[in-house]
């Protein structure tokens, strides 16, 4: 006898009837289940259909996944090195406090820009926290000033600094080293007996005032003198050759400018070698920005907005071609697949059932694409410094970063959700009769 | 009957003179061509024409006629894979007229088991794994669906196939695994078009046996050219030009 109501004959009997013969007689349709089983079916279908010879457009959207996926991962990793600076990543990380609106790029030539205030005291603040190894506020101000063997007035940028006590840092690729440590001037309450006038000129600066180290230099509209105590070579360019540029003490600087008043600052450096200080810094300081880099303005520029930039244009341009690229092939696999979702309607499948089936095919064939482009893209980044440390001497540009990897399987999983509308409204266009001659 | 209550419809009684399928007045033109910018201008063509039929549990009824004389589309009607234009078509009770695709699929699924000339039976599968596809969307575990399934093939002579992927089949082979996929739901109806279009003369037979067989418990509605599967019926429904000629 052939099969007919084989369960229900089963069940005539002294045997208890199971959930599972239950399922069957009363077509039970528990949306768990449902799903769970769907799921299954979808996953392993499309796992065999990858392994099958055939699937050419299956295969291709997982590779297309996997270069944009790659591609993302890669340049992400360069954008992380960029931002953390891995180029000059040693013991020593300078973070730089600038005003929220504030350009390192700019600093160096613009005068009337946002300044922080209040600088000598969130400054000894800072030098409390046993990572930092120093901090000093600095001011720069292009400033006219005139030795006193001449009458003409010449523009050098002064850089105004507290030399911290202990280290001897380069800013504005200068050496702080001949300078009095600390500010004798702003703490002797601005006493003019404590008043240093030590200045350290770049070459550039003492070629342009025809000056020589020991030298007397004035300020025209002020009383005060500085000294010329260094002369140092600066690689601080202007684009038209070495920026005349000089070092003096801040409150000194402060006094000729008028920025004593408010204490203010063009920015704060914080030197430590402990990457984690970073969210202290941001946190002690209101409406300003936390950047990383290693110079002084006009140096090796490189600002917060460079690395987000690229981060960000590598996952849209992603996502776009990712998506469009998935919706084109899964589309095609779909219409090629025509006889399969109408074989499923055939025997009842409901076209959510049906969606859901081919949603899933997507959205695994994506992860898929994501899991392996992240690797791939991790191992772009590996050859990218490899390549650079080989040929040029560079040190590494990008890092390789663990996240990585799930942020590109959440980004491949992205493409695959929003590419699903056309693979789905094609299945749902789909007609058993069409699509099975009947 | 209500759509929704589809859901809830318990299988005919074997040898029931309620009737288990029926067509009332049934008819469906088809639009042909887009037409001109007046609806009533649309051209269409009668595939079906006031069709009325009952068929009762345990019978075994062909269709018989030349091409282009409707039997595809009364089969399409009977199988709840299209809707009428006009009169009723009621499957266990279920008018499907009104329904939602949603609810026909969910009638298919429960009251109705499809058989294809073609078998079109899914490639990547086993055997035994495409008889339990029509389970997959109730919510069954793999290893009942198979238990299921394994049960089914066994009984039709397939227990040694039960892994061989499709390609590796013959043709009446096919076929009795898409038997048994139509069976494995337990449909109180099954509709075959040419299930022997496809084979020989003997296989033919032995899958003619199997829809013979099958009635027990249900009806099967078969469409054929084939002269020795309408022989098999219990009687035959003949159509041309989409009307009903005769009932033998």
Redesign the interface.
Known sequence: ????????DNNSGTEAETD?DR???T????????????S??AIT?TL??LR?PGSRRITLTLIGVMIAIALMTTVSGVALGLATQSAVQGDNVDYWIVPETGNLNTIAVSTEQTRLGDTHRFTSRLTRNDRIQYATPVLSQVVPVQTQATTNRKYILLVGVIPPNGSNPTIASLPTTALTSGDPYFNSNRSTDAWTGELIASQAAVTVLNASAGETITTPGTDQTFTIIDIADSELQTGVGAAPVALVHLSELQAITGAADGDTASQILVSSNDQRVRTTIEGIYPQTDVVTRTGFAGQTVSTSSLPVAMGIAAFVVSLIIGTLFTATTMGLEISHDR??I????????????IGFVIALQVVTVCLIGGVSGSLVGIGGIYLINTFLARTLSLPAVGIIDLRLIPYGIMTAIMIGVLSLPYPVWLARRTT??EA?R? | MTADSS?EQT?AEPGSTESIVTCESVSREYSRGQGGFRQDEIPTVTALDNISLEITPGEFVGIAGPSGSGK?TL??LLGA??TPTSGQVLISGTNTEGLS??QR??????Q?G?V?Q?F?L?Q??SAQANVA??????????R?RHN?AK??LT??GLEDRLDHKPGTLSGGEQQRVAI????I??PDVIIA?EPTGELDTETGARVLD?FE??T???AVILASHDQAALDRADRVITLRDGRRQDDE
């Open positions: 006898m052939v099969v007919v109501k084989t369960m229900s599972t399922d069957i007689n077509f039970s349709r528990s949306r768990e289940k449902r799903i769970f089983t769907l299954a079916f279908r065999n259909r099958t006889q399969f109408a074989i499923l309607s055939a025997v009842g499948y409901t076209e959510r059932s058993i009769m099975l009947l | 859901t299988h595809s089969l399409h894979l299209d695709t949603r699929a969910r009638l298919r699924a429960k109705v499809i294809f073609r079109y899914l990547s599968l596809v029509p389970l997959i969307d109730h919510g069954i575990k793999k009942d299921h049960e089914i009984q039709l048994a996929r139509s069976l739901t337990d078009d199997i067989t099958a027990t418990d249900r």
